[in-house]
């Protein structure tokens, strides 16, 4: 089962983020399966419910949180070594993840998105079937085999 996808633009990402001292770093991420459905968490501390923001599209899902400053315009600032600002993650879901029950829920600073298993890919039971010739001897009766 996969979570991720393979995404070439990533290293790139990665190394804009570094720079720029935003997106993942400033959300960090645990994902994990949990019977039919899979789970990820982002830490979002210090972050209203409502400036997050999530989106789903084909089998992307885009997570935006916004940090806003706790001082004024007015005070004096000492120190500000608190991430702020706009961040961002995105999630490439498989094909076999049912993005369309996907749900989200922010709980003591932790964003939680659960996705269920799409039922095409959850393993079923597959009836097995009688040869046709023994069937048909079976229903008429007989005890000779059919021949065809």
């Known amino acids: 089962m996969t979570l991720m996808r393979f995404d070439p633009f990533r290293d790139l990402d990665r190394l804009t983020e570094q720079a720029f001292g935003r997106g993942s770093r400033a959300m960090p991420m645990e994902a994990f399966r949990r019977g039919d459905e899979f789970v990820v968490a982002?830490?979002?501390p210090g972050v209203d419910p409502a400036d997050?923001?999530?989106t789903v599209e084909h089998n992307v899902v885009s997570?935006?949180?916004?940090r806003r400053p706790l001082h004024a315009d007015d005070d004096e600032?000492?120190?500000d070594e608190r991430p702020q600002?706009?961040?961002?993650r995105q999630l490439f879901l498989g094909d076999n993840l049912d993005s369309a029950k996907l749900s989200a829920n922010v709980?003591?600073?932790v964003l939680t998105?659960?996705?269920p298993v799409a039922e095409s890919s959850k393993p079923r039971r597959v009836e097995i079937g009688r040869d046709t010739a023994e069937r048909r001897t079976i229903e008429t009766g007989s005890r000779?085999?059919?021949h065809a």
């Not at 600002?85 to 961002?88: D, L, N, V, W, Y």
Request: charged letters at 30%; glycine letters at 8%.
């Open 113 to 115: 998105i659960t996705v």
């Open 42 to 44: 982002l830490d979002v």
């Open 85 to 88: 600002g706009e961040f961002s």
């Open 77 to 79: 600032l000492v120190i």
């Open 107 to 109: 709980d003591r600073g």
């Open 63 to 66: 997570v935006r949180a916004r």
């Open 52 to 54: 997050v923001d999530v």
């Open 144 to 146: 000779e085999p059919a």
